[in-house]
């Protein structure tokens, strides 16, 4: 098992720019989520997926969208990014809610200009 | 709505010393509380969880934590720590889909 995958690793963008970071996972996971994580600041929740076709906002959705066709694969789109979106990107998946434990990816480094 | 509050932010120790995070949570539902730990350059991985049971939960590479209902705890504890156990450590809540976690704590072991 792969577990988690994201793409890509690093990414520089300037602002007005958009564009989509992938996630993948191979478990067969109902439930995905993606964060972002600032310094001092742990991780924060943008959106999640409780299963295909369904989605709902986490803390931070603002600037970002996300679409949920497969089990598998859950991308999250920046619209028009923003020096305040540069962060690190996780994206996680579990078995199901409460006290499943999540599978993390291994992040994405975004930075806007 | 749920909070994680972590009262260390930075927690320099030497090898050997003993380990005590703390976490304290905010939230009326049935709790589900987790630590997680990122080593440098690697993954966010689970440490141990609590939903329910022992309070006093023992986790990987000779961690545990307890929990503590009446004070909304769930302290994260080593007696012994090791330079590998560098890394910063997060607790969380868990609420359905849900899940808010603490700001971190960076822990820095010399060796």
């Known amino acids: 098992n792969a577990g988690v995958t994201q793409t890509p690793k690093f990414q520089v963008l300037k602002t007005g720019q958009s564009m989509t970071l992938q996630c993948a996972q191979d478990?067969?996971?109902?439930?995905m989520s993606w964060y972002r994580q600032d310094p001092g600041m742990g991780l924060r929740l943008i959106h999640y997926?409780?299963?295909?076709?369904i989605t709902d906002q986490g803390e931070v959705p603002n600037g970002y969208n996300v679409s949920r066709s497969t089990t598998e694969d859950f991308p999250l789109r920046l619209l028009s990014a923003a020096p305040s979106q540069t962060s690190v990107y996780f994206c996680?998946?579990?078995w199901g809610q409460g006290y499943n434990e999540q599978f993390f990816g291994p992040g994405t480094r975004l930075t806007v200009l | 709505a749920q909070s994680v509050s972590q009262h260390n932010h930075h927690v320099i120790l030497s090898e050997a010393a003993s380990l005590e995070l703390g976490c304290n949570y905010s939230?009326?539902?049935?709790?589900?509380l987790f630590w997680y730990v990122q080593y440098p350059g690697q993954h966010l991985q689970l440490l141990l969880k609590?939903?329910?049971?022992?309070?006093l939960v023992k986790g990987i590479k000779g961690f545990e934590a307890e929990f503590i209902k009446s004070k909304f705890s769930f302290n994260l504890r080593k007696p012994s720590v090791q330079w590998s156990d560098t890394a910063e450590y997060f607790c969380?809540?868990?609420?359905?889909?849900?899940?808010?976690f603490g700001d971190g704590t960076t822990l820095t072991v010399k060796p």
């Open positions: 969380a809540v868990r609420d359905a889909g849900k899940s808010t």
């Open positions: 478990m067969n996971h109902e439930y």
């Open positions: 939230y009326g539902g049935t709790v589900n």
């Open positions: 609590y939903f329910s049971g022992d309070p």
């Open positions: 996680a998946s579990s």
């Open positions: 997926s409780v299963g295909a076709g």
